[in-house]
């Protein structure tokens, strides 16, 4: 048993103990006839406890954030090595229990019992732990150095959660402080943006307003426009037959047309003011179309041929000259009976006929049109024979009127509107981009002869 004693000795030191439990041997595996000597030590022969590695603090004045952060590191280091500490232990233990066992099983194997140490471990048929307040289970060292463990672990967070809401902005780090600044700013932007985003709708908002507010007023406006064009009589001019009627381009698709139409006539007097340059020919001042009929009535100068008075596609050529680009007044008058027909220019007789389409009557119901020669009615216009120029007072009476009457109208005299077809703004309408423009005073018209 000395001998065995002799070749060197471990030490198993488990703190908080009473006893201590010594095993001596020269390798950690025991020689082939070797024996295992197990007896008990005193508390005084090794070193109590476990001792913790501790790590030093700097002295000196340290701020209490400084503090903070120095104990957090001592405590990561001491679970680091807490960790490396158990697991030496586990090894050791495994060792030592190994040895524990073939120890108790030599000790007893002789005599059947326990020897001494087995009295000292333990004293009760029961097994209960003699050796201070450590578990006699090893794995239950284990676990109680775990719970120590997590208990450091959970001081750590506890610290550092205590780091974070007691130290001010002021020394936070610098990669801390800048990320709270990059948020700050990225939150600002986001508000400067929604309220840019605010001003926009209010903005739009406002031009929706005013923009109706201005559709409203141009409406009203419009109303109020019309209302005054209703009580001046109906008319946009001074007066309803102050206009003219601009036809500029010879075109197949200017024009105007007459609302009103003709009643059965037996004669007739057509009288208008125009004015033209046109060559050759000023076209086709008027046109009266009826079904079965494009040419019941038609004034017309086409091509070198002189102005032309067609009555049911009859036709009676008039000495009429106005290619002159000035105003000129225009009459014509003509019955059924005998088929009589009268010229006038400028209020006066240039040419009188008989024969233009006796005892035929003017047919009703048809379109009249001015500034176009109809093929049908009221269309197939062609651009060769439309007029060139501008056309007023357009009148026509079922009757024929006296000279001195027709002289009356073209020296100004007298006003004296057409009974079956007056010359007023609202029975006109202008087609194509032909217009309506005022008209310059029958006074200027005669001025202008």
Same mark, same amino acid.
């Given at each position: ?10 030490? #198993? ?25 197990? %007896? ?5 022969? *090794?070193?109590?406890? +476990? ?19 120095? *104990? ?23 060792? @030592?229990?190994? =040895? ?27 097994? &209960? ?15 109680? @150095? ?5 208990? #450091? =672990? ?60 201005? =559709? *409203?007023?141009?409406? #009203? ?22 206009? &003219? ?5 010879? %075109? ?16 007739? *007097?057509? +009288? ?48 009429? /000259?106005?290619?002159?680009? &000035?105003?000129?007044?225009? +009459? ?30 003017? &047919? ?16 197939? /216009? ?11 007072? /357009? ?51 005669? #001025?202008?002869?």
């Amino acid at each position: 048993m000395l001998a065995l004693l002799a070749t060197g000795v471990v030490f #198993l030191v488990v703190s908080g103990g009473g006893w201590g439990i010594g095993v001596r041997s020269q390798e950690s595996q025991a020689p082939p006839g070797s024996r295992f000597v197990c %007896t008990s030590l005193p508390l005084d022969a *090794t070193s109590a406890g +476990c001792p913790f590695p501790s790590v030093p603090i700097q002295g000196g004045a340290l701020t209490p954030e400084e503090e903070l952060k120095a *104990t957090v590191l001592q405590l990561r280091e001491t679970i680091l090595q807490q960790k490396e500490t158990i697991g030496n232990q586990r090894e050791t233990i495994r060792e @030592l229990t190994g =040895k524990l066992t073939r120890c108790e099983s030599m000790a007893g194997g002789a005599d059947g019992k326990s020897g001494p140490w087995r009295k000292e471990y333990s004293k009760t048929g029961t097994g &209960k732990d003699t050796m201070g307040d450590l578990p006699r289970d090893p794995g239950q060292v284990i676990d109680q @150095l775990s719970r120590t463990m997590q208990s #450091l =672990k959970d001081r750590l967070e506890a610290l550092e959660h205590q780091l974070r809401v007691n130290v001010s902005y002021a020394v936070l780090p610098n990669d801390f402080r800048e990320m709270l600044q990059r948020r700050l700013g990225e939150l600002e932007r986001q508000l400067l943006s929604k309220v840019a985003e605010l001003e926009d709708e209010k903005s739009l908002l406002h031009n929706e307003t005013s923009a109706h507010r201005q =559709k *409203t007023e141009t409406a #009203l406006n419009a109303l109020l426009e019309r209302v005054s064009e209703l009580e001046r009589g109906n008319s946009a001019f001074k007066s309803p037959d102050a206009f &003219k009627v601009s036809l500029p381009l010879r %075109t197949n698709y200017l024009y105007g047309k007459i609302k009103k139409t003709l009643p059965e006539l037996y004669a007739f *007097t057509i +009288c208008l003011w125009l004015r033209s340059s046109a060559s050759p020919g000023i076209g086709t001042p008027f046109s009266y179309a009826v079904s079965g009929q494009a040419n019941e009535i038609v004034l017309i100068e086409w091509g070198n041929n002189p102005i032309e008075l067609l009555i049911n596609d009859k036709v009676a050529q008039l000495p009429l /000259f106005v290619s002159d680009g &000035k105003w000129h007044h225009i +009459c014509v008058t003509w019955t059924t009976r005998d088929g009589m027909w009268e010229a006038f220019q400028d209020g006066e007789k240039l040419g009188t006929g008989e024969n233009l389409a006796p005892w035929h009557p003017i &047919k009703p119901g048809g379109v009249l049109i001015l500034g176009q020669e109809q093929d049908t009615v009221g269309g197939r /216009f062609d651009a060769t024979q439309a007029f060139v120029g501008e056309l007023s007072q /357009f009148n026509i009476w079922d009757r024929v009127l006296k000279a001195q009457e027709i002289m009356n109208i073209a020296n100004c005299s007298t006003n004296m509107p057409g009974n079956i077809i007056p010359w007023v703004d609202n029975n006109v309408d202008v087609f194509g981009g032909a217009t309506k423009w005022p008209v310059e005073t029958c006074e200027e018209r005669l #001025l202008d002869l």
